[in-house]
């Protein structure tokens, strides 16, 4: 019914950033609870961001606060992660997520709907 797509994804060095899209498509996000995950391999799935469908109420990885904002764009159908200050330990697959479930449930790894992945390499 819900197709994620990520985007965005690439090398760069430590200390620079980058921005992330989910786009959807099927039903709009406007209704959905959104997040991001990350997975290296090796290492479990990580949450690292989520935003409830009104974008009032966001959350996030403690090793991430401060330095990426998840935000979405309605009109665009679109969430998004901006990424600053970007180390070589952020280095993994970062995964879209979405779903009607709570920002509570969707943090936990719960969502119905995932995006294929898009790599992000930091360089030291």
């Known amino acids: 019914q819900v197709q994620v797509v990520e985007s965005g994804g690439g090398l760069v060095q430590a200390g620079d950033s980058l921005r992330l899209s989910c786009a959807a498509s099927g039903r709009t996000f406007s209704t959905y609870t959104t997040g991001w995950f990350r997975q290296t391999p090796g290492k479990e799935r990580e949450f690292v961001a989520v935003?409830?469908?009104?974008?009032?109420?966001?959350d996030y990885a403690d090793f991430v606060k401060g330095r990426f904002t998840i935000s979405r764009d309605s009109a665009k159908n679109t969430v998004y992660l901006q990424m600053n200050s970007l180390k070589p330990e952020d280095t993994a697959v970062y995964y879209c997520v979405a779903d009607l479930r709570s920002v509570e449930r969707v943090r936990a790894g719960e969502a119905r709907y995932w995006g294929q992945g898009t790599q992000v390499t930091v360089s030291s």
């Open positions: 935003i409830s469908w009104s974008g009032g109420v966001t």
